[in-house]
């Protein structure tokens, strides 16, 4: 790690910060006191990703989430960004990760495979109609803009329907072509409908595409791709590789995707900000060698569920630390002791841990102990008074934690984290208590 070399500046003119909000979705008040954050730690736009907390009208309407927010609460939003110079990017799926969309009974049957809700279908036309529903009405609301992220990552099981597999029978038909066809469509639809907004898309479905395919279909005079890769040990090498592919099928601009949370497994409760510190320091050894003129902006994701279905990973706030850290890594062109401090002062914290430790004690009452009764004398007075405190304190600071994240968040969102994440252990506590209990009377 060059914690001490001397620094520059970064490489990129838009360090826009990912607000996913299919889980956990702030509420606007506290938006309103992050955002003048996010500014002064060098984020310049917002990748808003709205999943079901958009207010979709209409026969889109089963798509909002109970707590979606208004079209008052999105002009706010939009108002307090513009505010505090953050410009929004609005991010809508509109291929695979439609698990929102699809899980409804009413568009069950665009399912690219009836069983699953993640892809839609692309043979259908209706298909193509619910997207662009769904982006003209998101698009009525934001009358700014520049671009508009349309997503297409991750389309699982496309080719794997029983329209696609007759499709494939037929001479020439491939998986990619299939994929680029309802990629095109939709980004067509963006750019001829708003000319002066530029549709941009996830990479990972295009990567492995060759340069004949890519330069024949002709995407790239529609789309700017955002080339993600979320690892600490990201391969520079292959990326420069890539990079250079992209460029030869004439893709004029490139975004890179980081991460600052929500990346290091599906249920992770504590960001590790090392991780995600060594992920950005990678990216900017990328961005060296990128030939100027090609990299529009940098967006550090912040995931807040895998998919729809999935838990919660690392509250936003969790991350505030780790996301100042990175921020201000890229604007000072690498990470040294003196972004260390300036992030420390920024927050109000008197030391950031970057490293992140885990302890565990087990010992004399394990599972084999405790359901057979056995404890020594000795360790009943070491543990006792301590589990007992423990519970105490627990029952106390749950009350705390939720009153305090309903601040933050919608009480729905903050019951889910408690019961995943806190009832648990509290549990276990308060069991262990017990067998202690049980214990001790074995004993007299």
């Not at 991460?259 to 900017?284: D, M, P, S, Y």
């Not at 850290?325 to 927050?347: R, T």
């Amino acid at each position: 790690m060059e914690e001490n070399r001397v620094l520059g500046s970064s490489p990129f003119e838009l360090h826009l910060v990912h607000l996913d909000l299919k889980g956990a979705p702030p509420k606007v008040s506290y938006l309103a006191e992050i955002f003048p954050l996010f500014h002064d730690l060098g984020a310049n736009g917002i990748l808003l990703e709205y999943e079901d907390m958009f207010p979709y009208d209409g026969e889109l309407k089963p798509l909002r989430a109970n707590d979606a927010y208004s079209p008052s609460e999105i002009k706010e939003i939009l108002n307090l960004a513009k505010l505090h110079k953050l410009e929004v990017i609005p991010l809508v799926q509109t291929f695979g990760h439609m698990e929102f969309v699809l899980k409804h009974k009413e568009f069950r049957h665009l399912r690219e495979v009836s069983m699953f809700p993640n892809t839609v279908n692309p043979h259908k036309e209706e298909s193509l109609r619910l997207v662009v529903r769904m982006l003209e009405q998101v698009l009525e609301l934001h009358r700014e803009l520049r671009w508009f992220h349309i997503g297409c990552d991750e389309v699982y099981y496309l080719g794997e329907g029983e329209e696609s597999k007759k499709w494939l029978q037929q001479e020439g038909n491939t998986i990619e072509k299939l994929c680029l066809t309802h990629l095109k469509a939709v980004a067509s639809h963006v750019v001829s409908a708003h000319p002066s907004v530029k549709p941009v898309v996830w990479d990972d479905m295009l990567r492995g595409m060759s340069e004949e395919t890519l330069k024949d279909s002709g995407i790239a005079q529609l789309v700017e791709l955002m080339i993600w890769d979320y690892a600490p040990d990201l391969d520079v090498s292959s990326k420069a590789i890539l990079i250079e592919k992209y460029q030869k099928c004439n893709f004029p601009k490139l975004w890179f995707a980081s991460a600052f949370k929500g990346a290091t497994g599906v249920n992770q409760c504590l960001t590790l900000i090392r991780h995600h510190l060594e992920n950005h320091q990678q990216w900017l050894k990328v961005a060296e060698g990128t030939p100027a003129g090609i990299i529009r902006g940098i967006t550090l994701t912040g995931w807040q569920r895998y998919d729809h279905f999935s838990v919660l990973c690392e509250l936003l706030p969790v991350g505030i630390p780790s996301l100042a850290i990175c921020l201000q890594a890229l604007k000072n062109g690498g990470y040294s002791e003196k972004v260390k401090e300036d992030v420390e002062q920024l927050l109000g914290i008197s030391s950031l841990e970057i490293d992140t430790f885990m302890r565990y004690v087990t010992g004399w009452f394990s599972p084999f102990h405790r359901k057979r009764k056995k404890i020594h004398p000795i360790m009943i007075h070491l543990f006792q008074p301590d589990a007992l405190r423990l519970l105490t304190k627990w029952n106390t600071v749950t009350q705390e934690l939720q009153t305090a994240m309903e601040k933050v968040f919608y009480r729905s969102a903050a019951e889910e984290w408690v019961e995943e994440n806190v009832q648990p252990s509290l549990q276990r506590l308060q069991d262990t208590v017990n067998d202690l209990d049980r214990a001790i009377e074995a004993l007299t």
